[in-house]
């Protein structure tokens, strides 16, 4: 499975920003899928997860109604809406899927995590 995640860039505090992830393989719409994030000096931190239908999504809470996790099983690709951004908001953005890629069950851990796209900076800053 290869993920490619895209869309990163500077924006200004307060400022907008959407990624997303495009996956290689014609299951997508079987796979759960998530966005982690890494700031320099700090751990892999869950942001977001969507179930398979995209009905129901998760969200870390430093991201709680600022950021909007969305999929388009048609595209094979997931997205990651982020509004309201603050400096806090800066680090490598990663979308992934479960190490078991057929499970419905949304997993928020990076350990439960088995595939990983390169990543995506973003950087919040005046």
């Known amino acids: 499975v290869q993920l490619q995640a895209s869309g990163g860039g500077l924006v200004q505090p307060g400022g907008s920003l959407t990624l997303s992830c495009t996956v290689s393989e014609r299951t997508f719409s079987t796979y759960v899928m998530d966005w982690f994030r890494q700031a320099p000096g700090k751990e892999r931190e869950f942001v977001a997860a969507?179930?398979?239908?995209?009905?129901?999504?998760y969200y870390g809470d430093s991201v709680k109604g600022r950021f909007t996790i969305s999929r388009d099983n048609a595209k094979n690709t997931v997205y990651l809406q982020m509004n309201s951004l603050k400096p806090e908001d800066t680090a490598v953005y990663y979308c992934a899927a479960p190490r078991d890629k057929y499970s419905a069950m949304v997993v928020k851990t990076e350990g439960d995590m088995g595939y990983w796209g390169k990543g995506t900076q973003v950087t919040v800053s005046s």
């Open positions: 969507i179930t398979r239908t995209g009905v129901t999504t």
